[in-house]
């Protein structure tokens, strides 16, 4: 079937796309609206004593100007913290209020401190500039080696010594009794750098209220209407869910940064109610540097046992990582349950621990980024096995491939207490290497051009799909449109075609009937989730399986009472019903006609998560002058258990390879350690991956189909934002090996590279 699974098909919201007819939240307007503009701390930490804004007030258009005290006064909630652990010492993780606007003190630079509202954009702006606040400067910490040294500034009197938890993974002490037995143990530690989000749209949000009602209507760029909901309303309003209604239209790009609520959602639902009209707010690329939530930073020490006959022991994880000045939804996730327990990554490793500290920061709320910790383990464990093998004088590939965990040892579950379900390592690996003509290199290396050349793998393993319930609804009305509810939110991975490919397989109705609908909390789904952690086919797919299933069941029982026959005789098959030896036959739509429309509801629960795997593999020249690196080749191969759309798929994982080589070769937030201010504040100071920094890809799969899901896919989302980044910086320190270089931490700018290259030389 040419529009089937597993087929190439074109993406079809892609039309819409390029010819500049998507509807994003910006696009959206309503009678009576008025422009919100949010005041923002200008510093990274100070006391806050004022917000004087009675001249702001006077200027022309501006409607309103809200402060923490007003919010106070409405009795208006915080942020909440969805992920509150326990220290490993024992007691709950402190969660100081998050106030939608700060209150008393600001914690970190861009913290909302005021909400003007005027008649339009700029006279909000122009108010705003005019708001004067009175802020006592206090001294900043900007990194967590800063923030827990013992003479550091306290960010919140809740967490002493700015301690945001504490937390462990595995048992330490018999961690560390095993690397002391072991035969050899390798150390390495690795600066995981802070990077922005930097999705195409900034985030949105329009605010509505209906006075007779008391319903309120969030419009806002999310990765789904449902959580956002959920997280956002009760903890900001106390009112229960029902009460707002939340829209999610066209969304240009998320990548974990707007799965989470934010400050200004609250606010245009807070001045909506106010003045009885909609309020509408669009971030400036400037603010989204200062406030979207940022990714990954971590300070990790890793220690890697290993026997006589070089299998891995043990592993030891320390890591420090920020959560910024406070705490987001998901604030300390990443480097808690998401990262650690994936620490051994494909390698047998029987004994396993990681102890986390993660402290105030007086700069932007961390929270999920692609891959959200998964990414921070395999870079990890990647490089600690590459520093492996050098320092054994063993290929690199040959350590691994010793120490990989084997399909025949499957369903494994790891020393960090993971079970993998299914997986062939190193037979991907090998895949991959003869793909990316591995043998070859030695020959490309030698090429007399005064470049030197280097070639690195990461083979990543991802733990995909937070555990929990996904709903679809496929309707088939009279006149035979379908449409397909679903819960999970595409915000570019191009759920319409898969979806739509899904369904259009399984009912055997052209795509062109088939419209996919998302993104409204008023959808008839019995349950919805979100699009996070690479969950939309294992568990939107699942619940559209369950769904079309349903509709089928119902339509094979009407159509047996049209065909005058006993149910167990008659077939579907291409989009009909027959009974098989006769003549009789309806089709389903004939069959949803005559019913009057039919209806099939899905509601799925994965509780176990996927194991998507694979090997990356880059090969890199550096230019020793300037220390420039240019990626030659790249090539990977990915055990996607099955592939619903190949086509859809690369494009997941090119985005995905061009995020993870960001990371690696040029993107680094900075604040300055001293007043806290951004230095890297926009894109001529940021660097964002283009076009010319990346080569073509080379992207296959082979797949070993997931045992715990029902369509065996594992979830592709992430994936190449977690395996690009120990393949290219594994490729750089082979390029500058012969230097004696083992060790380099990301971003490897040319500066970076041209200094180490420098002091190896001179050293
Ligand atoms: S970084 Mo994701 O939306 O789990």
């Not at 039309?15 to 923002?40: K, W």
């Not at 669009?282 to 890697?304: K, M, P, Y």
């Not at 049209?562 to 008659?570: A, G, H, I």
């Not at 300037?626 to 055990?639: A, C, L, M, N, P």
């Amino acid at each position: 079937m040419k529009f089937g699974v597993g087929q190439p098909f074109r993406r079809v919201e892609d039309q819409r796309f390029i010819t500049g007819t998507g509807r994003y939240t910006d696009d959206i307007h309503y009678d009576g609206e008025a422009y919100g503009f949010v005041v923002r701390s200008p510093v990274a930490h100070g006391l806050l004593n004022g917000v004087d804004a009675e001249a702001a007030r006077e200027m022309p258009g501006v409607l309103a100007i809200y402060t923490g005290d007003d919010l106070a006064t409405d009795g208006i909630g915080t942020l909440p913290a969805v992920i509150v652990l326990d220290h490993v010492e024992g007691g709950r993780m402190p969660t100081p209020p998050y106030h939608p606007l700060a209150q008393g003190k600001v914690t970190y630079l861009g913290q909302p401190v005021a909400f003007v509202v005027a008649e339009s954009a700029l006279q909000a702006l122009e108010a705003a500039e005019a708001v004067m606040l009175n802020i006592e400067d206090l001294p900043a910490v900007v990194d967590p080696v800063a923030a827990f040294a013992d003479d550091a500034p306290q960010l919140h009197p809740e967490a002493p010594g700015n301690l945001a938890l504490h937390w462990a993974h595995g048992d330490v002490a018999t961690t560390e009794a095993a690397l002391k037995a072991s035969h050899r143990v390798v150390e390495l530690e690795v600066v995981n750098n802070r990077i922005v989000v930097a999705s195409m749209e900034p985030r949105n949000a329009i605010g509505l209220y209906d006075g007779e009602t008391g319903d309120f209507t969030l419009v806002t760029g999310s990765q789904g209407s449902h959580m956002i909901r959920a997280w956002l309303f009760e903890a900001l309003f106390g009112l229960p869910a029902e009460k707002l209604r939340v829209i999610t239209p066209d969304v240009g790009g998320g990548f974990g940064m707007k799965a989470i609520p934010y400050p200004e959602q609250g606010l245009v639902l807070y001045a909506a109610r106010k003045l009885g009209r909609p309020v509408r707010w669009q971030s400036t690329r400037a603010e989204a540097f200062l406030s979207d939530t940022q990714g990954r930073d971590n300070l990790s020490r890793a220690r890697l046992g290993l026997d006589a006959d070089n299998r891995f022991t043990a592993l030891m994880v320390e890591t420090m990582a920020p959560c910024g000045g406070a705490l987001s939804a998901f604030g300390v996730y990443c480097p808690t349950l998401s990262g650690p327990p994936m620490a051994p990554g494909v390698y047998r490793i029987p004994i396993v621990a990681t102890d986390v500290r993660i402290a105030y920061t007086n700069n932007a709320p961390m929270d999920a980024y692609r891959g959200a910790g998964r990414p921070e383990a395999a870079y990890l464990i990647e490089r600690i096995v590459d520093k492996a093998a050098r320092q054994l004088g063993l290929a690199p590939e040959a350590l691994r491939a010793l120490n990989m965990i084997a399909p025949e040892e499957m369903p494994h579950t790891t020393g960090a207490g993971v079970t993998y379900d299914s997986g062939d390592f190193a037979a991907v690996m090998r895949t991959a290497m003869q793909a990316a003509d591995w043998a070859g290199f030695p020959a490309r290396r030698a090429q007399a051009d005064g470049l030197m050349r280097g070639i690195g793998l990461g083979y990543y393993i991802e733990r995909t799909g937070v555990p929990g319930k996904e709903g679809a609804v496929v309707e088939i009305a009279a006149d035979g449109a379908v449409t397909v509810h679903v819960g999970t939110q595409s915000t570019g991975q191009g759920h319409e075609t898969t979806y739509v490919q899904m369904t259009a397989e399984t009912l055997g109705i052209p795509p062109e009937r088939i419209t996919v609908k998302t993104g409204d909390t008023d959808q008839p789904l019995p349950s919805a989730g979100g699009t996070v952690a690479s969950r939309s086919m294992v568990h939107g797919g699942g619940a559209l399986r369950l769904a079309t299933g349903d509709v089928l069941g119902k339509a094979h029982a009407e159509a047996a009472k049209l065909l005058d026959s006993d149910p167990r005789e008659v077939e579907f098959e291409d989009g009909a019903f027959h009974v098989p030896g006769t003549n009789r036959h309806v089709g389903l739509l004939e069959v949803a006609a005559k019913a009057g429309g039919l209806t099939g509801i899905g509601d799925f629960e994965q509780l176990i998560g996927t194991f998507p795997n694979g090997a990356h593999i880059c090969e890199v020249a550096v230019d020793p002058d300037t220390g420039s690196i240019t990626v030659e080749r790249y090539t990977v191969v990915d055990d996607f258990g099955r592939v619903l759309n190949p086509l859809v798929l690369s494009g997941q994982v090119h985005g995905g390879i061009a995020q993870g080589i960001g990371q690696a070769m040029l993107e680094r937030v900075v604040y300055d350690a001293d007043s806290g201010q951004l230095l890297s504040g926009s894109f001529m100071d940021y660097g964002i991956p283009r076009a010319e920094d990346l080569p073509f890809f080379e992207v296959a799969t082979q797949n070993v189909p997931c045992t715990t899901n029902p369509l065996g896919i594992k979830g592709a989302g992430e994936a190449g934002a977690i395996g690009a980044p120990p393949a290219f910086v594994n490729a750089v320190i082979d390029a500058l090996s012969s230097l004696g270089i083992t060790e380099l931490d990301m971003p490897l700018t040319p500066f970076r590279v041209w200094e180490a290259i420098e002091a190896a030389k001179t050293g």
